[in-house]
Structures are given as C-alpha cells and as structure tokens.
C-alpha cells in the first residue's frame, strides 16, 4: 500500500477557468505540498500528472476527468484513461466507483483490469456506504468519500463540511483503508477524521484553489 497510514495527500487540481490551469502551476504547487510535509499528490489529468511525476516520488494518485453528457461519470470512467493515466506515472489510479452508468466497463471489471493488467493500486470515489462496499468486494485498494454530496443520489446530504458520518460508518464496517475527501477544509476537519479512523486525509481546495480560498475571506468581511 502507497498512501502510508496518517498521510495528508494534496490534490492539485486547476480546471480551465482557474487561473491557475496549467502544467507548470500544478507541478509547483506538488513541490510546495510536498515540502509542507503532504505524503502524497493527487492530479488529474496526463500532462498535470506527468509533470508532478517529473518533481516528485511522492505515490501520485491520478485521475482522468471526462465529461460526456451521456452519462453521470466523469472520474476515469474507463480503462483507456486509466492506462492514459499510468502510463503519465501515476501509481494510483483514481476512478468513480459508484455503479453509476458509464462509458466503459462496469465498475468492478474497471477495478480489476487497473490492479491486473496495469499493475497500479486503485483509489475508488464513492458517495455511499453501499457503494463502498462494493469498491471493498471488486477489490479496491482504498475507499474514499470524494464522492460523497455529489451524486444524485446524496446532494440533499451535502452540507458546507464533509460527511462524517459516512466517513465512520464505513471505517466501521470496511476491512481496507479508508480515505477522507471532500470538503475537508480546515485542520481541525482533517484532525477530526483521523480520530474517527481515516487511513489518510485528502485536501484540495483549501490547500491548492486561491480563488476559492480568496473568496471565503471576502465572504467573511462582506457576506
Ligand atoms: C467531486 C469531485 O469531482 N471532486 C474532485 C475530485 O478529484 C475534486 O474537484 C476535489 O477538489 C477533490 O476531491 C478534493 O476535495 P476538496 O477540494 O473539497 O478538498
């Protein structure tokens, strides 16, 4: 297992409406999170992850987002971008592991191909305690909550902070590591899900998006 136990991972992410959109952006921000102490990087994308491969051994979680509007699934929906992934260095593929329709193999032949023909461990995002479980029996090497207030069928649960209360019912119940994303965005948050058993911490917009760590202070003075 890559992502040691107690790790804070970074993601490094910047669509093409952020300023910051760009190779070069993305590499120096993994080189500033690494030297603040992250144990690994997340990154999406071939040309953002070969260029954090290029600067860092840290284990590189990646992942390939693709928007189709044929179906719900952008995160690595398909072996193509997985194989696109691994090849640009990622050691950890990232991939929707909901059920959810998309374009490529069902979920756990995904999974299964990544581990068996890639070699890469697999990084399953999901939004629910069932859909964890499924990650855990297709064979993921990690379950995180990414996913969770994102899907159709958790929006009403997404609140301003992470959900928790997955994150414990399925360390609770899972037999593999169990990751902490999404909407944790304040050490105190990350501390939190340590102390309910989270394997590691993912943290992205906090640490990596200025323009929404810019607009949280504005909204702060002038709501
Ligand atoms: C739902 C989805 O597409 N999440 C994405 C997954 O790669 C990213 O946009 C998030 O920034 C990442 O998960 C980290 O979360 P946060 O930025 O909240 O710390």
Not at 97 to 108: F, H, L, W
Request: glycine share 10%.
């Amino acid at each position: 297992m890559l992502i040691p136990k107690g790790a804070l991972v970074v993601s490094c992410q910047a669509r093409a409406d952020n300023p910051l959109h760009g190779s070069i952006h993305m590499s120096a921000m993994a080189q500033a999170a690494e030297a603040g102490g992250a144990k690994g990087i997340r990154a999406n994308g071939e040309a953002d992850v070969a260029a954090i491969r290029a600067v860092t051994s840290l284990p590189i979680i990646g992942i390939s987002k693709v928007w189709d509007d044929r179906f719900p699934v952008y995160i690595t929906p398909g072996f193509a971008q997985a194989e696109q992934i691994a090849k640009a260095g990622a050691d950890i593929i990232g991939i929707d592991a909901t059920p959810r329709p998309r374009n490529g193999n069902p979920v756990e032949r995904l999974i299964g191909r990544i581990l068996t023909e890639l070699g890469r461990e697999v990084f399953a995002d999901i939004s629910t305690l069932e859909e964890g479980r499924g990650a855990h029996a297709a064979g993921a090497t990690y379950v995180a909550t990414t996913l969770a207030g994102y899907t159709e069928e958790t929006a009403l649960r997404k609140g301003p902070g992470p959900d928790l209360e997955l994150l414990s019912a399925l360390v609770a119940e899972l037999a593999v590591p169990v990751v902490a994303e999404g909407r944790f965005d304040t050490p105190d948050l990350v501390a939190e899900a340590f102390r309910r058993g989270a394997h590691a911490v993912v943290v992205g917009t906090a640490i990596t998006n200025p323009r929404e760590i810019t607009r949280r202070f504005v909204q702060a003075v002038n709501p």
